[in-house]
């Protein structure tokens, strides 16, 4: 069975800093994409950042940009996204997102709060 662990959510002030990160574990075979989505209260869930495994390419929505940065251990089947300068408006609940095997899978969500 598939698994997505995020880990790395918790509370930071404005300006401030956090790492979030995903491991997928089981039998994943072969990993294409992994990205970060985040949901805001009383919001749908919104696209934050993603990379092709094979390549490394990288997508970030505009807000994140300059801000944001993801990157990914291939051995450790692992995605982390670096926050930096962080807003209030960046509160979230924030799922790790995979393309494994060709099937799409989610995390359980990590919280990520920013106080002004």
């Known amino acids: 069975q598939v698994q997505l662990v995020e880990s790395g959510g918790g509370l930071v002030q404005a300006g401030g800093s956090l790492r979030l990160s995903c491991a997928a574990s089981?039998?994943?075979?072969?990993?294409?994409?992994m990205g970060w989505f985040r949901q805001a209260p009383g919001k749908e869930r919104e696209f934050v950042a993603g990379?092709?495994?094979?390549?490394?390419?990288?997508y970030y929505t505009d807000s994140v940009k300059g801000r944001f940065t993801i990157s990914r251990d291939n051995a450790k089947n692992t995605v982390y996204l670096q926050m930096n300068s962080l807003k209030p408006e960046d509160t979230a609940v924030y799922y790790c997102?995979?393309?494994?095997?060709?099937?799409?899978?989610w995390g359980q969500g990590t919280q990520v709060t920013v106080s002004s």
């Open positions: 997102n995979a393309d494994l095997s060709g099937r799409s899978y």
């Open positions: 089981g039998r994943t075979f072969s990993t294409n994409y």
């Open positions: 990379i092709n495994w094979n390549d490394g390419r990288t």
